[in-house]
């Protein structure tokens, strides 16, 4: 099949899955009849589908940690823990690395010597060698959604198994699941096996089952500026809804700057239903989650609740529908679940706290919207242009040219040329455009905030400095300041 942002037609869908299921055996035990009952049982309070548009109803904060553990009885108790003793509105089940690389028969080997609690692999959940059976065990013993994360190129088995399992979120996406986590892997092959996942969930919508869809917003964590973030969560979300997807839910990556990051949360809502309905994707519903800070966290506990803290007054007053939570034990390897359940809690705690008070509209705010809604714009025409209106063959000829363009991304379908840096307040700005096809008056913005930093660090902005930013926030700091 060619890429292309066209819904699959049914008999290629089908095809396609005989494969897809006999990839690993639990893929058999798989009834979609079975699964849309089994979903259309389920109380409303446990699907993330309708518990994002009532966020987006209320104007509420959802929390979701991350966390996922390799044996069933294991995952639960995690879960029922961030539920019971965290407060958490959604729960997750983090995929296993072996899962997201397809690797089923070495997780299967893993799960015979049941996994000593220590041992690194045993981080994730293994929703396909569980099947469905094992992961309704997950899904009917808690009271709210529980969202597969996970960054896997190829979910389709995943997806299969999983929402027959009566999972009703997963986040990923073609462009997302690629770029920011692999080397080799063609963005075409990709984007067909996320064209898959999306038009499975376009047959369970079509059943009066909404399944939740999150394109990975944070990108690789480092220095995203929110135009190239926004331009590929946008571009995923046409590609999802033009397979039938009805709950989409764009993410964004803290930055550190308040003002740029609630700008970031407002344009990116109101530039993905621009987009979804300049191509007639109106029934779709658009929320947003922010991302707490993914780069480096400082290793005491006490510094690291002031970076979730921050996160979590970013969230709140820039009305995300959802946050994901970090733990104040980040920096020093996988979390447990009381270090997980203190990030939720203090995130809680701050949401509370801003919840009436919403960011106060001023000019700088405004202005930030507005540079980061024209850049976004930028990209998006250009990748439109690229692929004469079809959003997936722009996206592969977008990273060819260099209009998409994701910073510090391994693959070698990525550019590269991108470079990213802190202005003197802290917002992310672009030290090197690379292609990106920006305008005139954006470019010049930005080696202006970018020059204002040299002028009062008396220094010339160069590499150095965008290493600076990156190490900053785990050493206490936001700006990568020289002593």
């Not at 010597?113 to 929703?127: I, L, V």
């Not at 109101?270 to 300049?278: D, F, Q, V, W």
């Not at 990030?343 to 980061?372: F, K, Y």
Request: with cysteine; proline share 5%.
């Amino acid at each position: 099949m060619q890429v292309k942002n066209q819904k699959w037609p049914e008999e290629c869908f089908w095809r396609e899955r005989t494969g897809v299921l006999e990839q690993w055996p639990t893929g058999s035990h798989v009834d979609l009849q079975d699964a849309w009952e089994f979903q259309g049982r389920q109380p409303r309070q446990r699907n993330l589908a309708v518990k994002m548009a009532e966020a987006r109803h209320q104007g509420v904060t959802l929390v979701q940690p991350r966390g996922g553990l390799a044996l069933v009885d294991k995952h639960l108790a995690l879960l029922r823990y961030l539920q019971d003793q965290g407060g958490a509105d959604i729960l997750p089940a983090t995929i296993d690395s072996y899962t997201r690389q397809g690797r089923y028969k070495e997780m299967e080997e893993g799960l015979a010597r049941e996994f000593p609690g220590d041992q690194g692999m045993a981080h994730g959940f293994p929703a396909v060698n569980h099947g469905v059976e094992g992961c309704r065990r997950v899904t009917e013993a808690v009271r709210v959604p529980v969202q597969i994360r996970h960054g896997a190129p190829d979910a389709r088995l995943l997806a299969e198994v999983s929402l027959a399992g009566g999972f009703t979120g997963i986040e990923g996406g073609g462009i997302s699941a690629n770029i920011p986590y692999l080397k080799n892997m063609p963005l075409e092959q990709t984007i067909l096996a996320w064209q898959y996942v999306d038009r499975l969930i376009g047959f369970y919508e079509e059943q009066g089952v909404p399944i939740n869809r999150e394109p990975f917003g944070a990108l690789t964590g480092a220095l995203v500026p929110p135009c190239i973030s926004h331009s590929i969560g946008i571009i995923e979300a046409l590609l999802a809804a033009e397979q039938g997807v009805k709950s989409i839910t764009l993410g964004y990556g803290q930055g550190g700057n308040l003002v740029q990051d609630v700008a970031a949360i407002h344009s990116l809502k109101t530039l993905a239903e621009e987009y979804l309905h300049r191509f007639g994707y109106r029934e779709v519903v658009v929320t947003t989650v922010f991302h707490q800070w993914m780069g480096g966290f400082p290793q005491d506990a006490s510094r690291a609740y002031g970076v979730i803290a921050w996160g979590a007054a970013a969230a709140g007053l820039a009305g995300a529908h959802k946050v994901v939570t970090k733990s104040p034990h980040e920096a020093l390897g996988w979390p447990g679940m009381e270090s997980v359940a203190s990030g939720l809690n203090a995130t809680r705690q701050v949401l509370s706290m801003v919840r009436d008070q919403g960011m106060p509209d001023g000019q700088t705010l405004q202005q930030e919207i507005e540079m980061i809604t024209a850049e976004t714009r930028s990209i998006l025409e250009r990748v439109l242009e690229l692929g004469e209106g079809d959003a997936a063959v722009g996206a592969v000829r977008g990273f060819q040219e260099g209009a998409l363009d994701v910073p510090f991304a391994p693959s070698r379908l990525n550019p590269g040329k991108v470079l990213p840096v802190r202005d003197n307040r802290g917002a992310i700005r672009l030290l090197d455009t690379g292609n990106l096809p920006l305008g005139a008056d954006a470019k010049e913005y930005n080696r202006e905030r970018v020059a204002e930093r040299g002028r009062v660090e008396k220094r010339e902005p160069s590499f150095q400095m965008v290493i600076d930013d990156i190490y900053a926030i785990g050493k206490g700091m936001l700006l990568g300041r020289p002593k």
